[in-house]
């Protein structure tokens, strides 16, 4: 992490005059965001700690600092490994500079629900706790797969000749399928597209119309594959410093968090009927292709995790796959 950017987080904190608590009986947590303030995420992370701190006088508080403007999204998981805030919302693909494993999250295809029930959020926490310094708190979106976006049809999956804009989540796959890959920051996605720096883009299922990116995509090519993973995370420290009570209270909201993650299935078909509406065409292959390009992209995956870790790897595809 740069000094300028040390510098301005910093004066953030500072500035904010963060403290422990107003009393010994309440703590603050100071949360920042990986991810836009006028996205869909942080906006429904915003409703969620409005209740928190409504429901949580006397016991923890939550102050958001704001979004990449306070730190930048590749910076985030950094901030929360070093204690510079206490949580954030992010995607494992924005810290895999901490912690490569956090990709690895993208390959579960089972409910969260059911991750909390059969030992994968333990498994998560004893690597994050052990390589991290972290906590894995809450998963808060699911149902949302990647499609990839482009601004020229294809008729077969494969990009090649197309230069794609890329993160960690999908970079082994797209470059499995031929695409020259290139990376940046979502706030720099719509120039490329303007500039024909790029001929498309990965991305979830919902948020294009957040960042205006719809303006300058013809096409998404289905199906989906993975599932966009954004989560809470906290310090270690920070977290095993909370009193039992104050612990409690936050895995209760948590839980209630997660509970609301049926909105995003209706999110998901209300995007894609939005951006029917925008003019962007849907590229489907037939029955045989696009399994074969669904297993693809889990092969893929799954082979770049056993090379990153392999005992991770195996231990963490056996929990994030269906019950046969």
Same mark, same amino acid.
């Given at each position: 992490?740069?000094?300028?950017?040390?510098?301005?987080?910093?004066?953030?904190?500072?500035?904010?005059?963060?403290?422990?608590?107003?009393?010994?009986?309440?703590? +603050?947590?100071?949360?920042?965001?990986?991810?836009?303030? !006028?996205? *869909?995420?942080?906006?429904?992370?915003?409703?969620? =700690?409005?209740?928190?701190?409504?429901?949580?006088?006397?016991?923890?508080? *939550?102050n958001? =600092?704001?979004?990449?403007? &306070?730190?930048?999204?590749?910076?985030?998981?950094?901030?929360?490994?070093?204690?510079?805030?206490?949580?954030?919302? %992010?995607?494992?693909?924005f810290?895999?500079?901490?912690?490569?494993?956090?990709?690895?999250?993208?390959? +579960?295809?089972?409910?969260?629900?059911?991750?909390?029930?059969?030992?994968?959020? @333990?498994a =998560? !926490?004893?690597?994050? !706790?052990d390589?991290?310094?972290?906590?894995?708190?809450a998963?808060?979106?699911?149902?949302?797969?990647?499609?990839?976006?482009l %601004?020229?049809? *294809? @008729?077969?999956?494969?990009? &090649?000749?197309?230069?794609?804009?890329? +993160?960690?989540?999908?970079? @082994?796959?797209?470059?499995?399928? %031929?695409?020259?890959?290139?990376t940046?920051?979502?706030?720099?996605?719509?120039?490329?597209?303007?500039?024909?720096?790029?001929?498309?883009?990965?991305?979830? =299922?919902?948020?294009?119309?957040?960042? %205006?990116?719809?303006?300058?995509?013809?096409?998404?090519?289905?199906?989906?594959?993975?599932?966009?993973?954004?989560?809470l995370?906290?310090?270690?420290?920070?977290?095993?410093?909370?009193?039992?009570?104050q612990?409690?209270?936050?895995?209760?909201?948590?839980? &209630?968090?997660?509970?609301?993650?049926?909105?995003?299935?209706?999110?998901?078909?209300?995007?894609?009927?939005?951006?029917?509406?925008?003019?962007?065409?849907?590229?489907?292959?037939?029955?045989?292709?696009?399994?074969?390009?669904?297993?693809?992209?889990?092969?893929?995956?799954?082979?770049?995790?056993?090379?990153?870790?392999?005992? *991770?790897?195996?231990?963490?595809?056996?929990?994030?796959?269906?019950?046969?």
């Amino acid at each position: 992490m740069s000094p300028r950017v040390l510098k301005k987080m910093a004066a953030l904190l500072l500035a904010a005059g963060f403290a422990a608590g107003v009393s010994a009986q309440e703590a +603050t947590l100071r949360l920042v965001s990986a991810f836009a303030e !006028n996205g *869909i995420y942080v906006q429904r992370l915003q409703t969620w =700690i409005q209740k928190f701190n409504a429901e949580g006088k006397g016991v923890l508080q *939550i102050n958001f =600092i704001g979004g990449p403007k &306070a730190i930048p999204s590749f910076e985030v998981g950094n901030a929360v490994k070093t204690g510079v805030v206490d949580m954030a919302l %992010n995607t494992g693909a924005f810290y895999t500079n901490v912690m490569p494993e956090a990709d690895f999250l993208k390959l +579960t295809r089972i409910p969260v629900a059911e991750q909390r029930r059969n030992g994968a959020f @333990d498994a =998560i !926490n004893k690597v994050w !706790n052990d390589k991290g310094n972290m906590q894995y708190l809450a998963r808060m979106v699911e149902n949302q797969p990647f499609h990839i976006y482009l %601004n020229k049809k *294809i @008729d077969k999956p494969d990009l &090649a000749g197309l230069k794609v804009r890329i +993160t960690p989540v999908y970079r @082994d796959f797209f470059q499995a399928l %031929n695409a020259s890959v290139v990376t940046t920051a979502p706030g720099e996605v719509y120039t490329a597209l303007e500039r024909g720096v790029v001929d498309g883009y990965g991305w979830p =299922i919902g948020g294009i119309f957040d960042l %205006n990116w719809h303006e300058r995509t013809k096409f998404r090519v289905d199906p989906g594959f993975y599932d966009a993973e954004v989560s809470l995370i906290m310090n270690l420290p920070a977290y095993r410093r909370l009193s039992e009570p104050q612990r409690a209270y936050l895995q209760k909201q948590l839980l &209630a968090l997660e509970g609301e993650n049926g909105f995003w299935t209706r999110y998901a078909q209300e995007e894609t009927a939005r951006q029917e509406k925008a003019g962007i065409q849907a590229v489907k292959f037939d029955a045989a292709t696009s399994k074969a390009f669904v297993d693809r992209a889990y092969q893929v995956g799954w082979a770049g995790a056993e090379k990153q870790s392999p005992e *991770i790897a195996a231990r963490f595809k056996a929990l994030f796959s269906p019950s046969r």
